[in-house]
């Protein structure tokens, strides 16, 4: 019986091998095919790959040769931050801020040089969240200008930044000194500022980044057009000849100036910073535009702007022009000297100093107020040639409106 059971079993057994082997061959053949028709996908897939783990080799061993690096700058972070704070426990008491504070509070007039250096102070002394400090370096942002203004704006913006305000920050204000990796880099390109005359960066946008070219109401320039109130200021100019100095800041050519050259408002003496130049002329007399404008930038011992405009009509050559427009910079900035070149600022100006005047503000941006203008009445020339070899085909914001301004006459 027991033999007979496992005859049966065997017959069964083998059935099922067979079955099974069956099965298998069926299944071997259908892979090989799927293989066959897949293969041009496998070998594609094998071959990227084999690139990925050839492009995660490559920088694996960049992180091993990086590491000591990293490790030194690690340390020279370390060293930073405890200096840093060296320096926050040196002002925490507030002995100093309230120093500062009382002793600016007694000045008439405070320069953004001051206003930036007591805002750095209530920075460390009171954090960069505190409202104050926060309203302090906004105020210094404000209050940049010409002179220094690139310096002062760095300032201010970095600060803000880092107190966690919605500012961006103009790429002019990245520190050439420090070694930014790719990623930092890229990082930093987001928060660029780039304003211009024209599109998204034009006038009419630049309230967004810089709220005072969009809010302030004595902005600049303006239309000059009657009645006008008579002026008692007397202006007298003393231009010395000194080497020539050009400059491509990407918005105009500007010509800075050596010091010595000073323009005196009744008795108070303004230095000479730089003159530029605007196609057309930003100002307009009876709503009509000259060709271009030079403006001639001063600023007084305690921080305060005035400026000089001359009117380019349309004309004659300009002598002065064809001494610039033959040593323009070469690259856009980076300031050019020419070799034996002396320019003499006064040969830009006619020898009448009637004027128009009005309280206003920078022409670009941060469109900071309180800006004395004298808009000469006697135009120079500029023949046609020469503004068209003027680099910028316009670079003139638009008139403001006057909000109640008055525009005085003298001279």
């Not at 990623?183 to 390109?189: G, M, N, Q, R």
Request: glycine share 8%; aromatic share 8%; proline share 5%.
């Amino acid at each position: 019986m027991s033999f007979l059971f496992k005859a049966v079993m065997k017959k069964y057994l083998r059935l099922i091998l067979e079955i099974l082997l069956g099965v298998c061959f069926v299944a071997a053949s259908t892979l090989a095919y799927l293989n066959y028709s897949a293969k041009k996908h496998l070998v594609a897939e094998v071959g990227e790959l084999t690139e990925q783990l050839g492009e995660a080799k490559e920088a694996l061993e960049k992180m091993h040769e990086e590491e000591p690096a990293a490790d030194e700058h690690a340390a020279d972070t370390g060293t930073s931050a405890q200096e840093l704070d060296a320096l926050k426990a040196a002002f925490s008491n507030g002995v100093v801020l309230q120093d500062m504070e009382l002793l600016y509070k007694a000045q008439k007039a405070l320069s953004p040089e001051r206003q930036v250096g007591m805002a750095s102070v209530r920075l460390l002394t009171k954090g960069a969240q505190d409202e104050g400090t926060i309203a302090a370096f906004q105020k210094a942002l404000e209050m940049a200008e010409w002179g220094n203004r690139l310096q002062t704006v760095c300032a201010a913006q970095n600060a803000l930044a880092a107190a966690g305000q919605k500012v961006k920050v103009l790429s002019d204000c990245k520190k050439s000194a420090e070694k930014e990796d790719a990623h930092a880099k890229k990082d930093d390109k987001a928060h660029d500022v780039h304003w211009g005359y024209e599109g998204d960066n034009g006038p009419e946008h630049w309230g967004d980044n810089f709220p005072v070219c969009g809010t302030g109401k004595k902005q600049s320039p303006l239309n000059i057009v009657g009645p006008f109130e008579k002026s008692k200021d007397v202006l007298s100019v003393d231009y010395k000849e000194g080497p020539l100095k050009m400059f491509n800041n990407g918005h105009t050519i500007q010509v800075n100036v050596e010091p010595g050259s000073t323009l005196t408002i009744n008795k108070e003496s303004y230095d000479l910073l730089q003159f530029h130049f605007h196609r057309p002329s930003e100002e307009q007399v009876d709503g009509k535009n000259s060709a271009m404008v030079a403006h001639f930038v001063h600023k007084s011992k305690d921080g305060k702007l005035a400026v000089i405009g001359v009117l380019l009509n349309e004309g004659k050559d300009n002598a002065a022009i064809k001494t610039l427009w033959a040593n323009l910079p070469p690259k856009e900035g980076v300031e050019y000297l020419p070799e034996k070149v002396s320019f003499n600022p006064g040969s830009m100006l006619p020898k009448e100093l009637g004027f128009y005047n009005y309280e206003g503000s920078l022409t670009t941006p941060p469109c900071t107020e309180g800006v004395q203008f004298y808009i000469l009445k006697k135009p120079m020339d500029i023949s046609k040639d020469q503004v068209g070899k003027f680099p910028f085909k316009l670079n003139a914001r638009p008139v403001q409106s006057l909000n109640g301004r008055k525009i005085n006459a003298g001279g």
